[in-house]
C-alpha cells in the first residue's frame, strides 16, 4: 500500500468500521481489509472516496489525501 497521505501508524479511526482504535478489538476489520479498500480516513474519521481499479484500488480524503494500493 502506498499513500501520499497520514501515516497509517498514528491511526486514531478503524479505516473499516470508522469507530475508535481503542475501541474493541479490530480483529475482524484486518480481516475484511486484506480483500477490500479502506472506508474511513484513519485521521480524522471522513468517510474517504473511493475508487476499484482494475489493479487494486485509491481512496481519497479531502482533508489528508490519497491512498491506494
Not at 484513519?42 to 481512496?59: D, E
Amino acid at each position: 500500500m502506498v499513500s501520499s497521505g497520514a501515516d497509517p501508524t498514528t491511526a486514531v479511526w478503524c479505516d473499516r468500521c470508522g469507530r475508535s482504535t481503542g475501541d474493541g478489538s479490530h480483529e475482524d476489520c484486518a480481516a475484511a481489509r486484506a480483500l477490500e479498500p479502506p472506508r474511513f480516513c484513519p485521521q480524522c474519521r471522513r468517510r474517504m472516496k473511493v475508487q476499484v481499479l482494475p489493479t487494486g484500488w485509491s481512496a481519497l480524503c479531502v482533508e489528508h489525501g490519497e491512498t491506494h494500493q
